[in-house]
């Protein structure tokens, strides 16, 4: 199971505006390298994000259907196809099921205070 990666590309960094609502509903997983691309991580150009499991191996996945059963680790399980997943909200849209790698940022890239 992913618990950590690079930022999702549908939430707002401070590197990126997040991706429109309509891309991932257009979003085909079978449709080819460069559609499977759009769903991919902004910070390596859309050809991948690094990925750290729950066994504690970190792996750079080429696609974000990479959870559990090809689960998208970037959107929730909206009981459709597992692979494009929902829309996130911040604050408002969570994991699907407990196998449901639903990654999300950390706000507007705030900093840690000790």
Same mark, same amino acid.
């Given at each position: ?10 939430? /707002? ?11 991932? *509903? ?18 390596? *150009?859309?050809?991948? *994000?690094?990925?750290? +499991? ?7 996945? /080429? ?23 929902? +829309? ?13 790698? +639903? ?12």
């Amino acid at each position: 199971m992913a618990v950590a990666a690079d930022r999702n590309p549908w939430m /707002k960094s401070p590197g990126a505006e997040g991706k429109e609502a309509s891309l991932l *509903q257009n979003y085909q997983p079978n449709s080819g390298k460069e559609m499977v691309n759009q769903g991919n991580a902004i910070a390596h *150009q859309e050809d991948g *994000q690094n990925v750290l +499991y729950v066994d504690s191996h970190v792996a750079f996945e /080429k696609q974000p259907f990479c959870g559990i059963n090809d689960d998208n680790i970037y959107t929730f399980w909206d009981g459709g196809d597992i692979r494009r997943g929902g +829309y996130p909200v911040p604050n408002a849209s969570e994991a699907g099921d407990r196998l449901d790698s +639903y990654l999300v940022n950390d706000g507007e890239g705030g900093t840690l205070e000790f």
